[in-house]
């Protein structure tokens, strides 16, 4: 019988294959957005899966920057948590439930964006048309978004 699992890479930079019916719980923190260049923000966003009979959660990390000719407020970090929040739960239920796309090593996609559940989280972040409209509605330059690697 062949169970579900979910790859996360942790800290350590190994991918760990988690059997689906162990894990206990995904959480996710958000950064403030910090400058790192003039007019260039980056917001981090924090994984923490928890899995039964792991010694400490697994973390990930996915950054992304993008341009603002002023610094994001409230509102702005608010709604682009709530969009990465959004897209990170639906990613995690897919997973959970066996229905993400089964990655090959030489699958062509599996090599440009990878395989864990981060690497579906980046790929979904980047196709987001809500994230775009939330970084110009308030005031960023939505086609200056880039998710680090």
């Given at each position: 019988m062949t169970s579900t699992s979910i790859a996360m890479l942790d800290k350590d930079h190994?991918?760990?294959?988690?059997?689906?019916?162990?894990v206990l719980m995904l959480s996710?923190?958000?950064?403030?957005?910090?400058k790192v260049e003039n007019e260039r923000f980056e917001v981090e966003c924090f994984l923490k899966l928890s899995v039964e009979g792991f010694p400490h959660p697994l973390e990930?990390?996915?950054?992304?920057?993008?341009a603002a000719t002023r610094i994001p407020d409230q509102q702005m970090?608010?709604?682009?948590?709530?969009?990465?929040n959004h897209i990170v739960k639906s990613v995690f239920d897919l997973d959970l439930a066996g229905d993400?796309?089964?990655?090959?090593?030489?699958?062509?996609?599996?090599?440009?964006?990878?395989?864990?559940?981060?690497?579906?989280?980046?790929?979904q972040m980047a196709a987001s048309k809500q994230l775009r409209e939330v970084?110009?509605?308030?005031?960023a330059l939505a086609d200056s978004f880039v998710i680090a690697r």
């Open positions: 190994h991918i760990h294959m988690i059997p689906a019916d162990r996710i923190e958000h950064s403030g957005a910090r990930d990390v996915i950054r992304f920057t993008f970090m608010s709604e682009l948590t709530f969009v990465q993400m796309t089964v990655c090959a090593p030489d699958d062509p996609l599996a090599k440009e964006s990878g395989v864990t559940i981060s690497s579906e989280i980046k790929k970084l110009a509605r308030n005031g």
